[in-house]
């Protein structure tokens, strides 16, 4: 069955580090994927789109990179501050054109 | 500013009644879809529609109903045959190509409570 797995339920790191969260997914062969930050009780926000086709993506301090041969995607956050503090979730398009989600990794930044 | 509106925020629901939860938006979008979460777990699609007057199910549809009589309107009634509807409900637009949709704006959402 398709499977979307983002990598451990929570990521702690100190502000100023670089926060590396990963999306791995099985059984599927996504168009593109995306990124998205949720924040408790509130909507997720789109983030990042990256096709299939693309290697990489970059928006001021986030990178996103698509490897469809390891069928992973990798989220950076880069000079990360404690307003990142959030849930990540990464979702795939499949092809039934619907977005599924994974469940989110919890990213905290330290001060 | 255009955005997605969710209502009510909060809803509590007793048992063997449906309920309604409205969504608006007016980004001219579309597709418009329901999503559940749970706590821990991923958004798990319940409905979709791509266009007015028609609607596709989603993985969890059973004991929800939808319409889409308006392009701005996509409003989600939770059956008394919804099991376990305790949750938090989000609604969701975009723009779809032949292609792939872009991202996904989504509104602010709304806890449902039975109690």
């Known amino acids: 069955s398709q499977k979307i797995e983002q990598n451990s339920e929570a990521l702690n790191i100190q502000e100023g580090k670089t926060a590396t969260l990963t999306c791995n997914y099985t059984?599927?062969?996504?168009?593109?994927l995306q990124w998205y930050r949720q924040d408790p009780g509130r909507g997720p926000v789109f983030l990042l789109l990256?096709?299939?086709?693309?290697k990489e993506k970059r928006k001021e301090r986030l990178k996103v990179t698509f490897d469809t041969t390891l069928k992973q995607s990798l989220f950076h956050i880069t000079a990360s501050q404690p307003a990142d503090s959030a849930t990540y979730l990464c979702?795939?398009?499949?092809?039934?054109?619907?977005?599924?989600f994974g469940s989110g990794t919890q990213l905290t930044v330290l001060p | 500013d255009g955005g997605i509106t969710q209502s009510p925020k909060y809803l509590f629901r007793k048992e063997g009644q449906n309920v309604t939860l409205s969504c608006e938006q007016n980004?001219?979008?579309?597709?418009m879809y329901w999503y559940r979460q749970d706590p821990g777990q991923g958004l798990r699609l319940i409905y979709y529609?791509?266009?007015?007057?028609?609607?596709q199910k989603g993985d969890i549809a059973e004991g929800y109903s939808v319409s889409r009589e308006k392009k701005e309107s996509f409003p989600l009634t939770v059956t008394s045959a919804q099991k376990n509807p305790t949750a938090f409900y989000l609604c969701?637009?975009?723009?779809?190509?032949?292609?792939?949709?872009?991202?996904?704006?989504f509104g602010s959402g709304t806890r449902l409570t039975v109690v």
């Open positions: 969701a637009s975009s723009i779809r190509t032949a292609a792939y949709d872009y991202g996904y704006t």
């Open positions: 059984n599927y062969s996504p168009a593109y």
């Open positions: 990256i096709r299939e086709n693309e």
């Open positions: 979702a795939l398009q499949g092809s039934a054109r619907q977005l599924t």
């Open positions: 980004l001219n979008h579309d597709a």
């Open positions: 529609s791509q266009i007015v007057n028609d609607f």
